[in-house]
Antibody, heavy 120, light 110 residues
């Protein structure tokens, strides 16, 4: 059974850096083709893809947010970390950790999500 | 960048068929995936690669994709199908490949 769980602060101040950790189980990020990524959803709005890291450490970022994002993995701990710099109130959203299967360009499994509020 | 366009809302009576569209330039050349999201919950994959269903998804959910429009069809709609639905593609056509989501469609069961 594949599970993913997000952890990190629920409140950050404007200009601060957000660090979110995804801890997963039921699969290995060493398996060829597998990826773990992040998607966010502002309250009442649509889903927005942020970043994805592959089993081979290849990384992909949303073009509009690329300068602010960094994604890394620790395969031994089954964790993926996303950092987003220079947070702004418009970044207030639920952040989801996601699993990409080895043979598809879609999200097969989602974490429960964590709501991050940006406010002074 | 690639844009996916969905109608904001679709309404249907129980037992009828709901069709939710996703428009994009030559979307028929891409693989389209669909997610269902109920209030307060994470999205769930209901159709992938245009028309395949994950294990556990009822046969009432089906998909098609051709030309500039992909469609999610829900047959014999039930009250429990009321949710937001999002289409998604992998856009590899630009210099910066990325995952693209539509704006979402709220399905209301009358």
């Amino acid at each position: 059974q594949i599970t993913l769980k997000e952890s990190g602060p629920t409140l950050v101040k404007p200009t601060q850096t957000l660090t979110l950790t995804c801890t997963f189980s039921g699969f290995s990020l060493s398996t060829s083709g597998v990826g773990v990524g992040w998607i966010r959803q502002p309250p009442g709005k649509a889903l927005e893809w942020l970043a994805l890291i592959y089993w081979n450490d290849d990384k992909r970022y949303s073009p509009s947010l690329k300068s602010r994002l960094t994604i890394t993995k620790d395969t031994s701990k089954n964790q993926v970390v996303l950092t987003m710099t220079n947070m702004d109130p418009v970044d207030t959203a639920t952040y989801y950790c996601t699993h990409r299967p080895s043979s598809g360009w879609y999200v097969q499994y989602w974490g429960q999500g964590t709501l991050v509020t940006v406010s002074s | 960048s690639y844009v996916l366009t969905q109608p904001p809302s679709v309404s249907v009576a129980p037992g009828q068929t709901a069709r939710i569209t996703c428009g994009g330039n030559n979307i028929g050349s891409k693989s389209v995936h669909w997610y269902q999201q109920k209030p307060g919950q994470a999205p769930v994959l209901v159709v992938y690669d245009d028309s395949d269903r994950p294990s556990g998804i009822p046969e009432r959910f089906s998909g098609s994709n051709s030309g500039n429009t992909a469609t999610l069809t829900i047959s014999r709609v039930k009250a429990g199908d009321e949710a937001d639905y999002y289409c998604q593609v992998w856009d590899s056509s630009s210099d910066h490949p990325n995952w693209v989501f539509g704006g979402g469609t709220k399905l209301t069961v009358l």
